[in-house]
């Protein structure tokens, strides 16, 4: 063990700003949130800003300030830990252990390294593992603490998941959290941007963004380094070459002259070493290869130079800036990752590549994680042993089901794989790769690993583990867009080349087939083949297989109607792939379970298990079945009229999905968004991409719900034509695969456009083709739309009393559906139907509701229905217009003007303008006579 590093005193950080310098709004909000955590209400602090944009000074500057009243504890991450679960909390172990909290770090350690051995399925043992973790530092947070946590953009999703359970503890603690990630690597749809964007939208943590210095800045930080104002020119050039990032500008001025600057902050970082001494240099070129950050064992290990060399050579590196230490002087870190880079890339490529089987070996010595020291060899050129270790860390992350970091480690073995790998050995890296690329919603890569590894299993022969692969490569395929046609034909091919296979085998292609059929809503071809399936699946190892058909046969069921058996059977086996701890079969559970009730009008059962499917799959990382369930729970807050939530979460779906379905289904949420605000330039836009989309895919459920809402815009815009042409369509596609499920929006759309076209006779023989339908599955909730279809043509006819019944029956149904488009829109039919019975008052009550259930989602469309609204032939209403009636009601009803304006989202201002009117028209004078009025014409 080498002795801890003892620093000079008196040593000169040179280039520094000694002064914080742009940033005094930014430093006075992390000390107010301080000031709050001191007093028990603790906060989370995002810092974001560019690199070198000084995230980290920041955080500095308010460890000083709370120095005295709090202690601070630092973890960082570095590029090497994205692929090691639990990586920055392994570092904080370490910080914790040097600071003298053995117990603490000892069971960080302990959890982190032997996180497999907690008994359950992979979700119990990773939920447990991150409550067990969170635990441990919610505890210490128990006591004023400033917890650091630095360069996240590098962090593992298993870190994430332990900061964003400790959020909403803080609230309870006298301690803060300050993390710190680059803005300019915050990728859409990485888990970085997920995560980011769940805790500012729960409101868990605040961020604050860093920007560049401007002019006025630049000049204070170069008058605070150097100690005099900078000439205009040379400022100029220095704002220009720096674009005002503070770390640049230190390095520039650190390396140039008033006359000359280095070209970019690399060659002034290389300038900088050049002026060290030789064996300094040889020291920090080590230091680089090792990585941002490095312990002074690890550098004595792999130097070539004596260890009072290397206490000489950190002495320099400390004075002249290049690097920082811990308080222990065992660990140190580079000033900023890009002070790191540059010296690496100054490295010749032979002794660089020596450097990193050093590193390796070192590393090895020193227990280090295999992850590490697998990029080691692979940096030093030696694949073979890169292969072991990249293997070996693949199993540790799959261990916490870490899926995202195993993909990479695999596509590291991938490349590090001997020539000379058996085939059988390489068909398998292919499959277990395809596995965690389907996890992380990487369809494309999948099926080109599942591909490669069924062409390699048919070159061996080997027919059977071939076609034990054919499932998963049809599911990525649908991903993907390709029709039913192709993707039935891998499974009948493959029937056809296994011949006798095992039943099991046969069981799994057939299984297959019906989630083929089912995706296509062909729902009777998919029972055959479910019912084939399950009857041969048997044996020891058959629950897995029975497991995931029992899915399909749910599916199938309620969109049958046979909802009674199909729910329970749904439910039950999403239980069963819990407690056996099938993650696929639980995920995919989830996703049929909440979309199937999310189309089937089950807005109750959708919203409870959409949210505990999204729970499960973030936990387990199977992030293209959790974009695919947030875009149906966009779906069914706006049918329930909660349009602000749906768009806020079909924009995340939409952003952060790869897969094909989930962009359609957040496509079309938002395109029904943009018809229902009045938007309808942008509303063709996103249903014409999803409709393209879904036909490309030939599946009833990606093309109707897109062309439905098509028809719905050009009904909107007046286009009755193309109205009647786009349902025509939906119901000839329904009636293709004897559908009810997603054809009867259809219903009262096609009714309207026949009506607007002034054919009551077409109404009648559309509602009486889509009942045909619509009746042959007797979906719950459904038949509401033949009552409101049937009551708009009574009403046209003239027959007031039977659409009444009708129409009252159908409102009754549509909002005990909580189905917000239908039952608002009701409401108008509702008042139209009244004001024919002559019944003015009780027409304008149900316009006044249609206006305020429209207002409350900002529905434009329906808002501009109610009020071009008008009581035709009414003298109920006298003198006033339809608007003032309202609003004599309201009042006669005892609402003061306040409470009128909340109601008819209105000024108070106009509510007075509108009584103004009143009382001149009626020649009273106060309230109560409006309420007698009122009361006396109603």
């Not at 860093?210 to 205009?232: K, M, N, Y």
């Not at 060659?267 to 941002?292: D, I, Y």
């Not at 027919?463 to 054919?470: D, N, R």
């Not at 028809?711 to 109205?723: F, R």
Request: with cysteine; proline share 4%.
């Amino acid at each position: 063990m080498t002795p801890p590093f003892t620093p000079r005193a008196g040593g000169l950080a040179i280039g520094a700003s000694p002064v914080l310098v742009g940033r005094e709004d930014a430093l006075a909000l992390a000390h107010r949130r301080w000031e709050a955590a001191r007093s028990g209400s603790g906060h989370l602090l995002l810092v974001a800003g560019e690199a070198g944009i000084g995230k980290s000074r920041i955080v500095d500057e308010l460890a000083a300030h709370v120095a005295e009243d709090a202690r601070t504890i630092t973890a960082s991450t570095w590029p090497r830990d994205a692929q090691v679960g639990g990586a920055l909390f392994l570092d904080l172990a370490d910080q914790l252990g040097r600071r003298g909290f053995a117990g603490p770090a000892a069971r960080l350690r302990t959890l982190l390294a032997d996180g497999a051995t907690i008994e359950g399925d992979p979700i119990r043992r990773r939920r447990v593992l991150v409550g067990e973790l969170t635990d441990i530092v919610a505890t210490l947070l128990e006591s004023p603490t400033l917890l650091r946590l630095e360069d996240l953009h590098w962090v593992d999703e298993l870190s994430l998941d332990i900061i964003e359970r400790l959020a909403p503890m803080l609230s309870q603690r006298p301690s803060m959290i300050v993390a710190t990630y680059r803005s300019d690597e915050m990728f859409s749809g990485t888990a970085l941007a997920r995560w980011r964007s769940r805790l500012l939208l729960h409101r868990l943590g605040e961020e604050l963004r860093l920007p560049r210095l401007d002019h006025a800045a630049t000049a204070r930080l170069v008058e605070s380094i150097t100690g005099e104002p900078p000439a205009a020119d040379f400022l100029a050039t220095l704002h220009t070459q720096s674009d005002g990032i503070p770390l640049h500008i230190e390095e520039l001025l650190a390396a140039g002259s008033p006359n000359s600057l280095p070209e970019t902050v690399a060659e002034a970082v290389r300038a900088r070493a050049a002026m060290l001494h030789p064996a300094t240099r040889e020291v920090v070129a080590a230091a680089s290869v090792v990585g941002c950050t490095f312990g002074l064992d690890i550098l004595v290990a792999m130097s070539d130079q004596p260890p009072h060399v290397v206490d000489d050579a950190l002495h320099e590196l400390l004075e002249r800036h290049f690097i920082v230490m811990d308080a222990n002087g065992s660990n140190f870190d580079f000033r900023h990752a890009l002070i790191r880079d540059a010296l690496y890339e100054d490295v010749a490529p032979n002794r660089r590549r020596a450097m990193h089987v050093a590193v390796a070996i070192a590393a090895e010595r020193a227990g280090m994680r295999p992850a590490y020291i697998s990029s080691q060899y692979e940096r030093g050129n030696l694949p073979d042993l890169a292969h072991a270790y990249a293997l070996a860390a693949a199993a540790e992350a799959l261990r916490v089901s870490a899926h995202g970091e195993a993909a990479e480690l695999f596509r590291r073995a991938q490349r590090t794989a001997p020539a000379d790998m058996a085939p059988r050995s390489r068909a398998a890296l292919h499959a277990d790769l395809a596995r965690e690329l389907a996890a992380i919603d990487d369809s494309e890569g999948a099926a080109s690993e599942l591909s490669s590894a069924i062409g390699l299993y048919r070159e061996l022969g080997d027919e059977l583990s071939a076609a034990a692969l054919i499932p998963r490569l049809i599911a990525a395929r649908h991903l993907l867009g390709d029709d039913l046609d192709s993707r039935a034909a891998l499974a009948r091919s493959a029937l056809a080349r296994v011949g006798d296979a095992p039943d099991q085998l046969r069981a799994e292609l057939l299984g297959a087939l019906a989630a083929a059929y089912m995706l296509d809503r062909r729902l009777d071809e998919s029972i055959d083949f479910g019912t084939q399936a399950l009857s041969i699946a048997h044996g020891p190892d058959s629950l897995t297989l029975r497991t995931d058909i029992q899915i399909t046969l749910g599916s199938v069921f309620v969109f049958a109607g046979r909802g009674d058996e199909g729910w329970p059977l749904l439910e039950q086996a999403v239980a069963t792939a819990g407690d056996a701890g099938l993650e696929e079969e639980a995920a995919r559970g989830y996703r049929m379970l909440g979309s199937s009730a999310s189309v089937l009008l089950q807005y109750t059962r959708a919203e409870e298990w959409i949210g505990e499917g999204l729970d499960y799959t973030a936990r387990l990382e199977h992030w293209n079945d959790h974009h695919y369930l947030a875009a149906h729970l966009a779906h069914v807050f706006w049918a329930e009229g909660r349009w602000l939530e749906a768009e806020s979460i079909a924009k995340q779906a939409l952003a952060d999905g790869g897969g094909i379905t989930t962009r359609i289904t957040a496509l079309i949420v938002l395109g029904y968004l943009a018809l229902g605000r009045g938007r309808f330039a942008p509303a063709q836009l996103l249903l014409d991409e999803a409709l393209g989309l879904g036909e490309r895919m030939h599946e009833l459920q990606r093309i109707s719900p897109a062309l439905w809402g098509l028809a719905e815009l050009a009904l909107a815009q007046g286009d009755t034509a193309l109205a009647i042409d786009r349902c025509e369509r939906g119901l000839a596609l329904s009636a293709n695969a004897r559908d009810a499920a997603y054809l009867f929006p259809y219903v009262v759309t096609g009714v309207r456009a026949h009506l607007a076209s002034r054919d009551i006779d077409a109404a009648g023989g559309w509602l009486d083709s889509c009942a045909r339908l619509v009746l042959l599955r007797r979906l719950p909730g459904t038949t509401f739309a033949l009552d409101h279809a049937e009551g708009l043509i009574r009403l046209a006819e003239g027959r007031t009393g039977q659409a009444r019944e009708l129409l009252e029956r159908a409102s009754a149904g549509w909002t005990s559906l909580r189905r917000f488009w239908e039952s608002a829109g009701i409401l108008i039919d509702l008042a139209h139907c009244s004001s024919r019975s002559r019944r003015p008052g009780e027409a304008i009550g149900y316009a006044s509701r249609a206006r305020e259930a429209a207002a409350t989602a900002g529905a434009a469309v329906l808002i501009a229905r109610a009020d071009g609204f008008d009581v035709a032939g009414s003298s109920a209403s006298g003198p006033l217009t339809a608007r003032e009636f309202e609003v004599a009601r309201l009042v006669a009803s005892g609402a003061t003007n306040r409470e009128i304006a909340n109601r008819l989202v209105i000024s108070p201002k106009t509510v007075s303008a509108h009584m103004e009117h009143i009382l001149a028209k009626l020649g009273v004078a106060r309230r109560t006579e409006i309420a007698v009025w009122v009361t006396s014409g109603v």
